[in-house]
């Protein structure tokens, strides 16, 4: 199967790319998979170096909006995981233009390029942030779509567009939705990489609001060994939910970080809320447990206590990234 992965220089789809090819060598006959990346501030080509020589890999720098590019790179392959996209919710508060051209257009751009060449599969990585906010209970997979930011409007509109291409031209697309992940590789602005690395410098952390707000964790490579059933047995035009099973509040998160770090609670600024901030997502998995046996494997607390000692041990991935995010508008 020769794979296109797009954004595989970002911190979950290098996690993909790294576990597709893991299982290859010259002898075998793996995956074979094309990286289409654009490398923005939070792609790092560095996450592919444990692939770069594997045979069947190859990397192409480039836009997924840019329609003749995505035409010349489509043809040859049979399937598209499209992880590429603007990701980050703080981001599309202070400027959304970006979510809606690469997240939205980007997307139908990469839709129209799989149609036009009769790619066999189309899988699409999305988030349960298209769904709001839910006190108490889980969401369906057909659950209405009920965004609150804009990196979630954006979401969710390419999540229709993946879903519309199924209906109207009858491709053989599908939606994954996940719940918040962590694990190695992750840029430095997100709530765990970001106070992970402050705090193992003795440096502040910024909590929004009251803490209380509560999200569902999921480790990398559990997300993506169940995108790679998906991707092998999930059913044309359907939406698959991709759950960790851990539910915290940014309090309780905030303490365990804390307390792996050896730090305290004087070190916890609590900062205005986040415009908008969701209170609560929850996913029901039950679809892909029934149909795809999966199940998330990886114990939170023991994730959480191996992302931490990869985030020690790897100052030289973070302390750049964070020196180019403090720098970015
Ligand atoms: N991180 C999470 O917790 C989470 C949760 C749910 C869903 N998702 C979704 O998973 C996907 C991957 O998320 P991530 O956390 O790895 O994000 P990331 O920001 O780490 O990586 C995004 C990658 O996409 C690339 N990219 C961005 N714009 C591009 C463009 N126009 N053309 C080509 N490449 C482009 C970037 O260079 C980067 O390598 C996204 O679609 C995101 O919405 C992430």
């Known amino acids: 199967m020769r794979i296109l992965v797009t954004g595989g220089a970002g911190f979950i789809g290098s996690e993909f790319v790294r576990s597709l090819l893991a299982s290859r060598d010259a002898t075998t006959r793996g995956p074979r998979v094309t990286v289409l990346d654009v490398l923005t501030y939070s792609g790092v080509a560095a996450n592919l170096d444990p692939v770069a020589m594997q045979p069947g890999y190859s990397f192409v720098h480039g836009?997924?909006?840019?329609?003749?590019?995505?035409?010349?790179?489509?043809?040859?392959?049979?399937?598209?995981?499209?992880?590429?996209?603007?990701?980050?919710?703080?981001?599309?508060?202070?400027?959304?233009?970006?979510?809606a051209v690469t997240n939205v257009l980007g997307t139908q751009v990469l839709l129209e390029a799989a149609r036009r060449h009769r790619i066999d599969r189309f899988v699409h990585v999305s988030t349960d942030e298209v769904y709001g906010s839910i006190a108490r209970g889980s969401w369906a997979?057909?659950?209405p779509v009920d965004p609150n930011s804009p990196y979630a409007a954006s979401k969710a509109g390419s999540d229709l567009m993946v879903l519309a291409y199924h209906r109207t031209h009858g491709m053989d697309t599908v939606v994954t939705r996940c719940s918040n992940n962590y694990g190695p590789y992750q840029f430095p602005e997100k709530l765990i990489p970001l106070f992970t690395t402050n705090l193992l410098d003795g440096r502040r952390v910024p909590l929004y609001g009251d803490g209380r707000n509560v999200r569902e964790w999921l480790h990398v490579s559990d997300h993506c060994r169940g995108i790679g059933l998906v991707l092998r047995r999930g059913r044309a035009g359907q939406v698959y939910h991709i759950g960790g099973g851990a539910e915290l509040t940014n309090n309780e998160l905030t303490g365990l970080l804390l307390e792996a770090t050896g730090t305290n609670w004087e070190l916890v600024d609590r900062v205005a809320d986040r415009k908008g901030h969701d209170l609560r997502y929850s996913l029901d998995t039950t679809r892909i447990a029934k149909e795809l046996g999966y199940r998330p494997q990886i114990d939170f607390r023991q994730g959480l206590a191996a992302t931490i000692a990869w985030y020690r041990?790897?100052?030289?991935?973070?302390e750049p990234l964070k020196a180019k995010a403090a720098m970015l508008p």
């Open 63 to 99: 836009d997924i909006c840019d329609a003749d590019l995505v035409d010349q790179v489509m043809p040859g392959h049979d399937a598209v995981v499209h992880f590429a996209a603007e990701s980050h919710v703080d981001r599309s508060i202070v400027g959304a233009g970006p979510f």
């Open 141 to 143: 997979e057909d659950s």
């Open 313 to 318: 041990a790897n100052r030289a991935w973070w």
